[in-house]
């Protein structure tokens, strides 16, 4: 069966350090990926999505970046952090017509 | 562009009593519809699907019915649980883009 792991599951970071999340997928290939973050008392906003290796669009203009060096790794980025990206992470994967999302990280940016 | 709206929460019920959070969608296409939902402290779930017009996504006692004429995909329950408190998400897919696209969530609190 297909598993999505996404680490840390909680997070507290200076304003101006560095960010990295990471979230693989097992149990399939080529899929299709995703991170989206949910503010504070706002719905959840698409962030990126890649349909391949080394492809990755970008949904809204950041502060942050997303890679995916392997198929079934996507990582999500930030050179400096702000206080805005403060916020609830969420990786996912697709199939067809369905999302799978992981646990979550919640970010405290201080 | 493709959107999906929801209802303003929080919804606060009794236990037992009947539940209703409306969602619309615009789409230029033909999407398939989903409701997600968030337990506290949790990623999502896939709560119920539909992909295609006058189908019935089901679970857990849940139930939305894809409305094509309206545009709607209505999330209903007749009798609601504590436990079913969280926060319910409806969402198109639309294949082509690849991309979920979400409504703002609804928070549902149920009291005893």
């Known amino acids: 069966s297909q598993t999505i792991h996404q680490w840390p599951a909680t997070l507290v970071q200076p304003v101006g350090s560095p960010l990295s999340l990471e979230c693989t997928v097992e149990?399939?290939?080529?899929?299709?990926l995703y991170w989206y973050r949910q503010a504070a008392g706002r719905g959840l906003q698409l962030l990126f999505y890649?349909?391949?290796?080394?492809?990755i669009s970008s949904e809204v203009p950041q502060n942050l970046s997303a890679s995916r060096p392997q198929d079934r790794q996507f990582i999500l980025s930030s050179k400096k952090l702000l206080l805005s990206d403060s916020g609830f992470y969420l990786c996912?994967?697709?199939?067809?017509?369905?999302?799978?999302f992981g646990q979550g990280t919640r970010l405290t940016v201080v | 562009g493709d959107s999906v709206t929801q209802m303003e929460g929080p919804v606060t019920l009794s236990e037992e009593a009947f539940l209703t959070i409306n969602c619309t969608y615009t789409?230029?296409?033909?999407?398939?519809l989903f409701w997600y939902v968030q337990y506290p402290g949790e990623g999502l779930q896939l709560l119920l699907k539909?992909?295609?017009?006058?189908d019935k996504g089901s679970n857990k006692g849940f139930e939305a019915t894809y409305r094509k004429e309206t545009t709607s995909f209505h999330l209903e329950k007749g009798s609601v649980q504590v436990s079913d408190s969280a926060v319910y998400f409806c969402?198109?897919?639309?294949?082509?883009?690849?991309?979920?696209?979400f409504g703002t969530g609804t928070r549902l609190k149920v009291l005893a």
């Open positions: 996912a994967w697709s199939h067809v017509t369905e999302a799978f």
């Open positions: 149990g399939t290939s080529n899929p299709n």
């Open positions: 890649s349909v391949g290796i080394g492809q």
């Open positions: 789409a230029t296409g033909y999407p398939s």
């Open positions: 539909a992909t295609k017009a006058d």
């Open positions: 969402a198109l897919s639309l294949g082509g883009t690849y991309k979920y696209i």
